[in-house]
T-cell receptor
Framework: DTAVSQTPKYLVTQMGNDKSIKCEQNLGHDTMYWYKQDSKKFLKIMFSYNNKELIINETVPNRFSPKSPDKAHLNLHINSLELGDSAVYFC???????????????FGSGTQLSVL | DAKTTQPTSMDCAEGRAANLPCNHSTISGNEYVYWYRQIHSQGPQYIIHGLKNNETNEMASLIITEDRKSSTLILPHATLRDTAVYYCIVVRGSQGNLIFGKGTKLSVKP
C-alpha cells in the first residue's frame, strides 16, 4: 500500500490553463504539506495543513490554492499556469507529535509539471 | 533554524560503510538534526533524527558530537540502491517546515 499517493505523476499543459494535483495519505496523519522542487533541485515548502486548517502558507502566488476536503486529502489547484510553474511538486504528511518527531515527513513520489 | 554545511559529493564502494558529515555549528540546544535522502526521481525519504545522543535504526546510524556542532550519518554497508542525495537538516520543531539545502550526492560504486 502506498502511504502518500499523488496523481498525476506527469502533467503537461499549456500556459494559462488551470490544473489540479491530488494527494491522499493513508497513514492517519493530521498534517499534510505541499513542497516544490525547482529546476535547480531546491526543495521548498509551499503549504501546510493540520486537520484541514491552513498552518503554513509560504510566499506563493495566490494562483496556487490548496484544498483539503478531509484530513486524508490535500489537493493543489493552480490557476493561470505560467512557464515558471514548471517543477516537481511533492505532497507529504506527518503525525502531530512531540517536538523532534513531527518533522518525520512521508513524501509522495512527486508530480512533474511542465508548462509549455 | 541553524544552517548546515555538507560536502557536495562523495563516493563509496559497495559493501563499505558510507560516512556522510554535516556541520551545524550554530545549532541551538532545542534543535534536532534530521537526515533525509532523495533517490533520483523519487520523493525525499526520512532516514533518522537525533538531539544529543547517537541514534541507530534499521537504515543508518547518526553520530552527534558532544558539542553538537557536527554530526555524521553512517550507512554501515552501502549498496547501489543507496545512491542518492542526502540532506542534513536542523529543525526547532516547526511542524514540517523543513529547509532543504543542496545536500551531499552519494554515489555508491561496484
Amino acid at each position: 500500500d502506498t502511504a502518500v499517493s499523488q496523481t498525476p505523476k506527469y502533467l503537461v499543459t499549456q500556459m494559462g490553463n488551470d490544473k489540479s494535483i491530488k494527494c491522499e495519505q493513508n497513514l492517519g496523519h493530521d498534517t499534510m504539506y505541499w513542497y516544490k522542487q525547482d529546476s535547480k533541485k531546491f526543495l521548498k515548502i509551499m503549504f501546510s495543513y493540520n486537520n484541514k486548517e491552513l498552518i503554513i502558507n509560504e510566499t506563493v502566488p495566490n494562483r496556487f490554492s490548496p484544498k483539503s476536503p478531509d484530513k486524508a486529502h490535500l489537493n493543489l489547484h493552480i490557476n493561470s499556469l505560467e512557464l515558471g510553474d514548471s517543477a516537481v511538486y511533492f505532497c507529504a504528511s506527518s503525525p502531530v507529535g512531540e517536538q523532534g518527531t513531527r518533522e518525520k515527513l512521508f513524501f509522495g513520489s512527486g508530480t512533474q509539471l511542465s508548462v509549455l | 533554524d541553524a544552517k548546515t554545511t555538507q560536502p557536495t559529493s562523495m563516493d563509496c564502494a559497495e559493501g563499505r560503510a558510507a560516512n556522510l558529515p554535516c556541520n551545524h555549528s550554530t545549532i541551538s540546544g532545542n534543535e534536532y538534526v534530521y537526515w533525509y535522502r532523495q533517490i533520483h526521481s523519487q520523493g525525499p525519504q526520512y532516514i533518522i533524527h537525533g538531539l544529543k545522543n547517537n541514534e541507530t535504526n534499521e537504515m543508518a546510524s547518526l553520530i552527534i558530537t558532544e558539542d553538537r556542532k557536527s554530526s555524521t550519518l553512517i550507512l554501515p554497508h552501502a549498496t547501489l540502491r543507496d545512491t542518492a542525495v542526502y540532506y542534513c537538516i536542523v529543525v526547532r520543531g516547526s511542524q514540517g517546515n523543513l529547509i532543504f539545502g543542496k545536500g551531499t550526492k552519494l554515489s555508491v560504486k561496484p
